[in-house]
């Protein structure tokens, strides 16, 4: 299905729009007032002239002052102004378009092909949020894909259940800046879904966590106070002197991240700094004996270890346990990358997968996949906050200094940020520790239905097992780049399912990964359906 953006207001088939146009508008339900007429055409008018009563006119008329031409401050004027008189009415509107969009997502196509609308000049006196929300139901929406529903399988992209969803909205309602405590209980707010999260994971407490934007950033961090804690050992602060200053790093890791090689580079330690060490056999895991190898060329110098805890392609797990052991005899710092498969902690039949996690340095974890927030949302974890401290202090008059306890603000790379922590924490208070782990016992299970199916079909070959929520799998002959995203396309076009693409073990091939909280055994049937119709004649 490949839909313009710009192609109008009717609804398109199995989109969301339910009865009539894609804008409510206004409903006014809590009031008396006339909703004011649609402003499609573009050209904003002011609502009744009660709107607009307590902007009195000064003594010209015109409400501005006449010795500085400006307009007096104590008016808010033109769209702006109209606005602030409807904002009940407004937001009301807004709530009617956000269910209608959510009664239909599961309906909505997946994904769709993107066909960029043609520009529009920026309004010179704007349109107001009505006009606003209907060209953006006319010019943008329809060209949005169902990510948050339950048949968008591609990366590993969760949805947003409605706890998280209505702590969203309450995060932009309330708008707080929780890296200083200064002025609101947003920081403790966040202090104590770190801690459930913790306890969610299986962590022990001297691991403290921060909230950060994803996977990337939470690397990101970890590595750096990995980066400092090499300064440490070498009798220099990289925070004060430097990445110069340390010399030569190197970084062990035999299937890591895309944003850990990024991190490195960001970090001043380079994308070279990587050695990849060998895998068991057949597998995406690290073979710790090679890995004990790589560190006794070393010769004791000090390194940095990147762990998996559930690999992109196969969700292969590294043996935290026994890297931490290696520790006995070298020194290096244990990072684990375990953006999604942290979760395992919630399946008994596969939390030992996640044994020995409470023994890394620092850890990732990623929230908007498999715990069900909204973009953007991810927690790193570090049992050296004093480190982290030194690497992400912020000095200023009007910040608290550093504590015990600092604030935010000295823990990652934002001096301001949103309140990322209120959508985990409506999630984690409305649903528990087994809604959630509901969650990923169900998407591994249709995980597993799904390879069975695949399984059966001519057309396809699995390329490996499925050790947790992740189906990989390719054409059963000739698989080709080519070939590969010909049968991506034909899922994209369908709007029935969205996967993405890979490469395993040199094989060009496809990946479905479930995490959605929505998603049922029916959706499993369709995905199967689309796949067979998909698959190459030849």
């Known amino acids: 299905m490949n839909v313009r953006p710009d192609a109008g207001t009717a609804p398109i088939p199995g989109s969301p729009h339910l009865g009539g146009g894609p804008w409510p508008g206004p409903t006014n339900t809590n009031s008396d007032q006339q909703p004011?007429?649609?402003?499609?055409?573009?050209?904003?008018r002011h609502g009744p002239s009660s709107a607009d009563d307590d902007q009195e006119p000064?003594?010209?008329?015109?409400?501005d002052d006449r010795l500085s031409g400006v307009p007096k401050a104590d008016h808010i004027r033109g769209p702006l102004g109209a606005d602030r008189a409807r904002v009940p009415e407004l937001m009301e509107a807004t709530r009617a378009y956000a269910v209608r969009l959510l009664a239909g997502l599961d309906d909505r196509p997946a994904a769709r092909t993107p066909v960029?609308?043609?520009?529009?000049?920026?309004?010179?006196?704007?349109?107001?949020?009505?006009?606003?929300?209907?060209?953006?139901?006319?010019?943008?929406?329809?060209?949005?894909?169902?990510?948050?529903?339950?048949?968008?399988?591609?990366?590993?992209?969760?949805?947003?259940?409605?706890?998280?969803?209505?702590?969203?909205?309450?995060?932009?309602?309330l708008d707080q800046n929780p890296t200083s405590g200064l002025d609101s209980l947003a920081p403790d707010l966040e202090r104590e879904t770190v801690a459930w999260l913790r306890d969610l994971f299986g962590l022990p407490p001297e691991h403290e966590g921060t909230f950060v934007s994803g996977a990337t950033m939470s690397n990101f961090a970890g590595l750096a106070i990995a980066r400092e804690w090499l300064g440490e050992l070498r009798g220099v602060s990289v925070a004060e002197a430097g990445a110069a200053a340390l010399g030569p790093v190197t970084v062990l890791s035999a299937s890591?991240?895309?944003?850990?090689?990024?991190?490195?580079?960001?970090?001043?330690?380079?994308?070279?700094?990587?050695?990849?060490?060998?895998?068991?056999?057949?597998r995406e895991a690290v073979d710790v004996a090679l890995l004990a190898e790589e560190l006794d060329r070393l010769d004791g110098a000090p390194a940095i270890v990147v762990a998996n805890a559930g690999t992109v392609?196969?969700?292969d797990f590294d043996d935290l346990r026994a890297i931490a052991a290696l520790r006995e005899r070298h020194p290096f710092w244990l990072h684990v990358d375990a953006a999604f498969g942290a979760f395992a902690a919630l399946s008994p039949e596969h939390a030992h997968l996640v044994a020995g996690l409470g023994e890394a340095d620092s850890v990732c974890a990623d929230l908007h996949k498999w715990l069900n927030v909204p973009y953007d949302s991810a927690i790193q974890f570090t049992r050296r906050r004093d480190l982290q401290a030194r690497v992400f202090s912020n000095s200023a008059a009007y910040l608290t200094p550093l504590s015990e306890e600092p604030d935010f603000a000295h823990l990652t790379p934002q001096n301001s940020r949103r309140l990322r922590a209120l959508p985990a924490w409506f999630t984690l208070a409305a649903y528990g520790r087994e809604g959630h782990a509901e969650i990923v016992r169900r998407d591994i299970a249709l995980a597993a239905g799904l390879a069975e199916r695949i399984a059966s079909m001519a057309a396809y070959r699995l390329l490996a097992p499925v050790r947790l929520n992740v189906v990989c799998f390719t054409l059963a002959s000739a698989p080709s780049p080519e070939r590969i995203g010909e049968v991506v396309g034909a899922i994209t076009e369908s709007g029935e399912a969205f996967l993405t693409p890979t490469v395993h073990a040199g094989v060009p091939a496809l990946r479905a990964a479930f995490s959605n909280w929505r998603t049922t055994e029916t959706d499993v049937g369709r995905i199967a359906k689309i796949l067979e119709s998909a698959a190459p004649r030849s």
Request: cysteine-free; proline content about 10%; hydrophobic content about 35%.
């Open 116 to 173: 960029r609308p043609a520009p529009e000049s920026l309004p010179e006196t704007g349109i107001g949020l009505e006009g606003a929300m209907e060209m953006f139901a006319r010019r943008w929406e329809p060209g949005f894909a169902a990510s948050a529903g339950p048949r968008y399988l591609g990366f590993v992209t969760g949805g947003a259940t409605p706890a998280a969803l209505a702590g969203d909205w309450l995060t932009g309602t």
């Open 36 to 44: 004011e007429p649609s402003h499609s055409g573009g050209e904003y």
């Open 58 to 63: 000064g003594p010209s008329g015109g409400g």
């Open 313 to 315: 392609n196969t969700v």
């Open 256 to 282: 890591p991240h895309s944003s850990v090689v990024k991190s490195l580079s960001m970090l001043g330690l380079g994308r070279s700094a990587i050695r990849h060490v060998g895998v068991l056999p057949g």
